[in-house]
Every structure is written in C-alpha cells, then in structure tokens.
C-alpha cells in the first residue's frame, strides 16, 4: 500500500512515492506546493510564504474575501449597474496578487469576477458609444 500525506490547503492525499523527505511537491488535486513531511505522514509543516514563513489563516481570508468581492461586483455589474464592472476587475486582480504573493491558489471566484468585469465593462463601452452614435445622428438631422 502506498503511503501518503494529506495536504495542508485542501485535506487531499498526496502520494510520497518518488518524492524527497523534506522537499515539496504540488497537490495533484488544489495545485499548492506542500512540503514533504521528512519522518512519515505524521508530521505537518504548515503552508509556506515566498519568504519561507507559514502563511497566516488572515491571507488566506483576504484571498478568499477578495475573490468573493470580485464576484459580488461582476455580477451586480452585470445585472444592475456596468460601473461596478471597473471595481471588479481591480478586486479581482487584487485577490489574484494577494493570493500569489501567499503562495494559494488563485480562488475561481476571483477569475469568476474577472471575467463578469470585463463582460460588463464591455456592455458599458458598447452601450456608451451606441448613445453617441444615437445623438450624434439626432444632432446632423
């Protein structure tokens, strides 16, 4: 039987055949970079930062808070108002730089806001120059 470990982000199992005790591996299932424990599954290293540190449950939390307004903005951009398209996309790309610099995975719902920034950015775009198109007509005639 295989052993394994489970992984600090998602409680998945990690496979230690072929990997060195001490070293880091990336879960197969979230993508983050796990230490290999060096005496047996038992042992638990907490997540590192790029500065070699553990990372902080709060970056955690604001990666996920981030990503969730993000969300929150694409879509009220969306459905209610397209100005809040712009302010999606900051927070998106904010929850995307904070998640890379704890070293997470970047949450979908950050991507998820992205995107529904963008669609609505873009509806505000069309929508502002047709408004143009329109009174530029009414003006000539």
């Known amino acids: 039987m295989s052993q394994s470990f489970s992984c600090h982000y998602c409680d998945g199992p990690i496979p230690l055949a072929g990997t060195q005790p001490g070293g880091r591996v990336t879960c197969p299932h979230c993508g ?70 704890a070293g997470l995975p970047v949450p979908g719902s950050a991507n998820a806001g992205l995107i529904l920034g963008w669609i609505s950015t873009g509806i505000m775009i069309l929508s502002a120059a047709f408004f143009c198109l329109i009174f530029g007509l009414a003006a000539i005639a």
Do not use: H, M
């Open 32 to 101: 983050v970079q796990a230490d290999v424990p060096a005496r047996g599954p038992e042992v638990y290293r907490p997540p590192q930062a790029r500065g070699g540190g553990p990372v902080p449950a709060f970056e955690a939390t604001a990666v996920n808070d981030a990503g969730n307004t993000a969300l929150l903005f694409g879509i009220l951009g969306l459905v209610l108002c397209q100005l809040l398209g712009p302010i999606a996309i900051a927070k998106g790309n904010q929850a995307k730089s904070l998640a890379v610099e």
